[in-house]
């Protein structure tokens, strides 16, 4: 019964963990979408990850959590940094450039369903029926969200119809990225814990991140005199970032990559949401049913792996 009482525990501070995570991530869109019109979209990722990198081993310092990590778990947790950071900001910024936050968001959620079917080639691992209906209820949530932008986008013409079909390409492909890097994180959190396996990761990332500004370098004058710059580079290095991606890899150790891809779902609630009220952008009521729906799977998928 103690056992039992723990893993119950456990699981609750994960899902509060993921509840406030994923929110952070939802509004995290909106200051990106600000950060755009004064800087390029590897610029942003990089400030972001400085901040970060500097956050978190601030971080390491206080907590004082065991640092060695073997040589042989190096490229594993180097290659999930690369695809998790680098690659998936890169299609994730350029995206936003096309797309609005609230669409952008919404197409966040396609990633527990890669998650699921990643999951099960690499850990041979079978998610019940019941749980695939749960992540097919989210996506269609999704899809009702998606569509009211499809057809406003449509409404502009070819370009427009265009602009929006790359941002959702690139969307989608940050999304399988962000898969990637849940499923490569497994075996690291659980050996090295949520914050070591950050420290490495968002500082290799940023690294590969500053290699990539160089082409275009960065626009310090600009970024140290602009209070909204700052601001939302402090919002999304801090919250989104350093403690955004502990809290997901603390979630990640305990309830496994199905579950905590499906709490992604909840990303575009917040950042639709968020879109409204901050940047003004329309919302529909098929947007407010689709959301509606999206919590709805997310909440069937992680009861049936609690049962599981």
């Given at each position: 019964?103690?056992?039992?009482?723990?893993?119950?525990?456990?699981?609750?501070?994960?899902?509060?963990?993921?509840?406030?995570?994923?929110?952070?991530?939802?509004?995290?869109?909106?200051?990106?979408?600000?950060?755009?019109?004064?800087?390029?979209?590897?610029?942003?990722?990089?400030?972001?990850?400085?901040?970060a990198s500097v956050?978190?081993?601030?971080?390491?310092?206080?907590?004082?959590?065991?640092?060695?990590?073997?040589?042989?778990?190096?490229?594993?947790?180097?290659?999930?940094?690369?695809?998790?950071?680098?690659?998936?900001?890169?299609?994730?910024?350029?995206?936003?450039?096309?797309?609005?936050?609230?669409?952008?968001?919404?197409?966040?959620?396609?990633?527990?369903?890669?998650?699921?079917?990643?999951?099960?080639?690499?850990?041979?691992?079978?998610?019940?029926?019941?749980?695939?209906?749960?992540?097919?209820?989210?996506?269609?949530?999704?899809?009702?969200?998606?569509?009211?932008?499809?057809?406003?986008?449509?409404?502009?013409?070819?370009?427009?119809?265009?602009?929006?079909?790359?941002?959702?390409?690139?969307?989608?492909?940050?999304?399988?990225?962000?898969?990637?890097?849940?499923?490569?994180?497994?075996?690291?959190?659980?050996?090295?814990?949520?914050?070591?396996t950050n420290a490495?990761?968002?500082?290799?990332?940023?690294?590969?991140?500053?290699?990539?500004?160089?082409?275009?370098?960065?626009?310090?004058?600009?970024?140290?005199?602009?209070?909204?710059?700052?601001?939302?580079?402090?919002?999304?290095?801090?919250?989104?970032?350093?403690?955004?991606?502990?809290?997901?890899?603390?979630?990640?150790?305990?309830?496994?990559?199905?579950?905590?891809?499906?709490?992604?779902?909840?990303?575009?609630?917040?950042?639709?949401?968020?879109?409204?009220?901050?940047?003004?952008?329309?919302?529909?009521?098929?947007?407010?049913?689709?959301?509606?729906?999206?919590?709805?799977?997310?909440?069937?998928?992680?009861?049936?792996?609690?049962?599981?």
């Open positions: 019964m103690p056992l039992m009482s723990t893993d119950s525990s456990s699981r609750k501070r994960s899902v509060a963990a993921l509840v406030f995570t994923t929110t952070m991530w939802g509004l995290s869109f909106i200051s990106t979408k600000v950060l755009l019109r004064h800087l390029a979209p590897v610029q942003v990722a990089f400030l972001r990850h400085a901040i956050a978190t081993w601030i971080a390491v310092a206080v907590a004082r959590p065991p640092i060695r990590v073997s040589l042989r778990h190096l490229p594993t947790m180097l290659t999930a940094a690369i695809v998790g950071i680098p690659i998936y900001y890169y299609f994730e910024n350029t995206g936003l450039l096309y797309l609005s936050a609230a669409t952008a968001s919404m197409i966040t959620a396609s990633t527990p369903a890669m998650t699921a079917a990643i999951e099960s080639v690499f850990y041979r691992k079978r998610l019940p029926a019941a749980g695939w209906a749960g992540i097919l209820v989210s996506a269609a949530g999704v899809a009702l969200v998606v569509q009211s932008g499809a057809v406003q986008a449509g409404a502009a013409g070819a370009a427009g119809r265009s602009h929006f079909l790359l941002g959702a390409a690139l969307l989608l492909a940050s999304a399988f990225a962000w898969s990637l890097y849940t499923i490569f994180n497994r075996p690291n959190v659980t050996s090295y814990g949520a914050l070591t490495y990761q968002i500082t290799f990332a940023t690294i590969v991140l500053y290699l990539a500004s160089l082409r275009n370098g960065i626009p310090w004058a600009e970024v140290f005199s602009s209070r909204d710059i700052l601001l939302n580079l402090g919002y999304l290095g801090i919250f989104c970032s350093a403690v955004g991606y502990l809290l997901y890899l603390f979630a990640l150790r305990s309830l496994g990559p199905t579950v905590v891809s499906a709490f992604i779902n909840l990303v575009p609630v917040f950042g639709v949401a968020g879109s409204a009220l901050i940047l003004g952008e329309r919302v529909t009521l098929v947007q407010l049913m689709g959301g509606a729906i999206v919590a709805l799977g997310i909440f069937a998928v992680e009861r049936i792996q609690g049962d599981s």
